[in-house]
């Protein structure tokens, strides 16, 4: 039996996910607030066809984004990419950590 399991690029370089106040903190999932309702629906359906979804969060090869890089040194700001949108989308995923 062969199967496979699609990547889906949650905030890929952060163009409109995470959503970044003025000073780089991270205040939701995304810009438009529909991140949360488009991704448990794709998680439903390939749950439902008995597909599992990789989920990644930032693209690490190339990241051009100051707001993400900030998240990598300044505590603050990772906290707040924490409480604000890596706990919101785990509230409707099951992560396994590779």
């Not at 629906?41 to 969060?57: G, N, R």
């Not at 998240?71 to 099951?94: C, E, F, P």
Request: glycine share 6%.
């Amino acid at each position: 039996m062969f199967s496979i399991s699609p990547g889906v690029w949650v905030h890929v370089e952060a163009q409109s996910s995470p959503k970044f106040d003025s000073n780089g903190y991270v205040t939701g999932t995304d810009n438009s607030n529909t991140l949360i309702g488009d991704l448990s629906d794709l998680l439903d359906y390939a749950a439902s066809q008995d597909v599992f979804v990789i989920i990644v969060l930032f693209n690490g090869a190339l990241q051009r984004s100051s707001n993400v890089q900030n998240l990598y040194w300044d505590d603050g700001k990772l906290n707040s990419y924490i409480n604000n949108a890596l706990k919101v989308l785990k509230s409707i995923a099951q992560f396994v950590v590779c």
